[in-house]
């Protein structure tokens, strides 16, 4: 079975040096390869279905996955924490870690666009984007500098509205946990999100979403210690099995 990393394990490879750098990890079962993949948080879904489809297809392989904020994730792969795989939110993301000659070519594999969620019921009565611009509504957005935060403040612009958000989040999973639990009356995350929540919050699509869709990049980080599994990853991830996940989760193709 895969496994999830949490933000502290992250941190403490980083401070301890990120390994021997002898290749690809072995568990103490004796020689079962393990595959390290850094992906944005809306995709944790698609990529954990993905994950266990790649270890049924290679046996003895682990694949473990760090999801959340993609300009959370790069400033950790350039800060040196082992990873194989990045699969980021945003083209402005990803050229943190190409910037930093830490991974090569990379490939747009999916878009993504926004729908404003509200919560079962939709108390606030929202009905359109310019509905966000009231302050008696209490709005959830993601921070800025997070791709899904900057894709909302282009479709913003472009719809010529100044929203005051309650609450900033780090990423998209945080910002419709708001929505989930009642917190606030609206917030914008993405379609797949919306789609992935089974119900709990309610979508509504919006005009401005289509001036602020993200391309969604992958690529095998150049110091990957498991740089084959890392490639066959990618590789299962741009194939019609991959696209045939992620579309069907709401995802649309590049």
Known sequence: MFRRLSPWVIALAVLSGCGSGTGASVSPAGGAKELTVFAAASLTGTFTELGKTFEAAHPGTTVKFNFGSSATLAQQIVQGAPADVFAAASPATMKTVTDASLAAAPATFV????????????????????????????????????????????????????????????????????????????????????????????????????????????????????????????????????KDVLTKAGFEAP
């Open 111 to 242: 878009r993504n666009k926004l729908q404003i969620a509200v919560p079962a019921g939709n108390p606030a009565k929202v009905d359109e984007l310019k509905d966000l611009a009231d302050p008696k509504v209490k709005v959830a957005l993601c921070a800025e500098q997070v791709p899904c935060g900057a894709a909302a403040v282009k479709a913003l612009g472009a719809a010529g509205l100044k929203v005051t958000p309650v609450t900033l989040e780090q990423d998209v999973k945080a910002t419709l946990t708001k929505v989930e639990l009642g917190e606030v009356d609206a917030a914008l995350v993405y379609t797949t999100d919306v789609i992935a929540s089974a119900g709990k919050v309610t979508g509504i699509g919006f005009p401005e979403a289509d001036k602020a869709i993200n391309d969604y990049p992958i690529a095998t980080l150049t110091k990957a210690p498991a740089g084959d599994l890392a490639k066959r990853f990618t590789d299962l991830v741009l194939s019609q099995q991959g």
